[in-house]
């Protein structure tokens, strides 16, 4: 059973950080990666990363957002810096089987950036 548990949003002003970490259980993953939705509008990629290393950020965020993984431990955080009000969103974890190709959620954790 794939289990993908997420940590580290809240609440922020703009110009803080924050570090958003997901630990991944049940599977070996190919890819593992951050992905968020602000009221309104469609899911988006912030950022993944392979087993590889290969690494794909948005354009919006980078800069400014750093995304690591542990192979070994089966996590992916995500170093947010310099955030903005619109990086206001659900932040989710996203983990993708290497065997079946089938991509796991988090629960999603919420992000807000406001003075």
């Known amino acids: 059973q794939v289990q993908l548990v997420e940590s580290g949003g809240g609440l922020v002003q703009p110009g803080d950080s924050l570090r958003l970490s997901c630990a991944a259980s049940?599977?070996?993953?190919?890819?593992m990666g951050w992905y968020r939705q602000a009221p309104g509008k469609q899911r988006e990629l912030v950022a993944l990363?392979?087993?590889?290393?290969?690494?794909n950020i948005a354009a919006s965020v980078k800069g400014r957002f750093t995304i690591s993984r542990d192979n070994a431990k089966n996590t992916v955080d995500l170093q947010m810096n310099t955030l903005k009000p619109e990086d206001t969103a659900v932040y989710y974890c996203?983990?993708?089987?290497?065997?079946?190709?089938?991509?796991?959620w988090g629960q999603g954790t919420q992000v807000t950036v406001s003075s």
């Open positions: 990363k392979t087993t590889g290393g290969g690494t």
């Open positions: 049940g599977s070996i993953f190919s890819v």
């Open positions: 996203n983990a993708r089987s290497i065997t079946s190709s089938y991509d796991f």
